[in-house]
């Protein structure tokens, strides 16, 4: 699925983060930036071991940060990685996810790129409901692009069935809502 946000385009397609042609692409990492299951495994391991090793030069990140590194053998040209929030951990879960996705999208706008991908942060194991993040994210990444049309495509890239079903149904609704 995909719309027109400003002079921007926002796709949902089904896929592997780490395999996208987009600039950029976010990890969806943990404090220290290292590989671990998920999201972030995929893409270092697609990278290569010289992500690794520029990620430990970052000294972490924080949650609702973001930080930006060269791709390596990705096809994309940069990761940005952000630290989600752990579901129910905090009164401010959506306050911190709105502020990963807000970080990201400010450091593409710094680094010109204009094309990024996004998986769903914080959905896997740190729990979040991916209803709700569904309208975090999207609520984020349209408001943004009413604002900055340099940035051309932002595409969420959902690996289940089930949660593209639930970001389809929620930018629906947004789209219907916002007329």
């Not at 592997?16 to 270092?44: F, K, M, W, Y």
């Not at 984020?140 to 949660?163: A, G």
Request: net charge negative; aromatic share 8%.
């Amino acid at each position: 699925m995909e719309c027109t946000i400003n002079k921007s385009k926002l796709e949902l397609v089904r896929g592997n983060i780490a395999e996208q042609d987009t600039d950029a692409i976010v990890n969806s990492a943990r404090g220290d930036l290292g590989p671990d299951s998920g999201v972030s495994g995929a893409i270092h391991r697609a990278a290569g071991t010289g992500l690794w090793e520029e990620c430990q030069r970052l000294n972490g990140c924080t949650t609702g940060e973001a930080k930006i590194t060269a791709g390596h053998k990705l096809n994309a040209k940069y990761v940005i990685h952000t630290v989600g929030p752990v579901y129910g951990n905090t009164t401010n879960d959506s306050m911190l996810l709105t502020s990963s996705y807000e970080q990201c999208l400010r450091l593409a706008s710094q680094y010109k790129i204009e094309s990024i991908s996004f998986p769903s942060i914080s959905t896997g194991i740190y729990g979040y409901p991916v209803d709700e993040a569904s309208e975090i994210a999207l609520r984020t990444v349209i408001t943004y692009l009413t604002r900055h049309p340099e940035i051309k495509l932002v595409r969420f890239v959902l690996l289940s069935h089930k949660d593209y079903e639930t970001y389809k149904s929620t930018l629906e609704y947004l789209l219907e809502k916002a007329q």
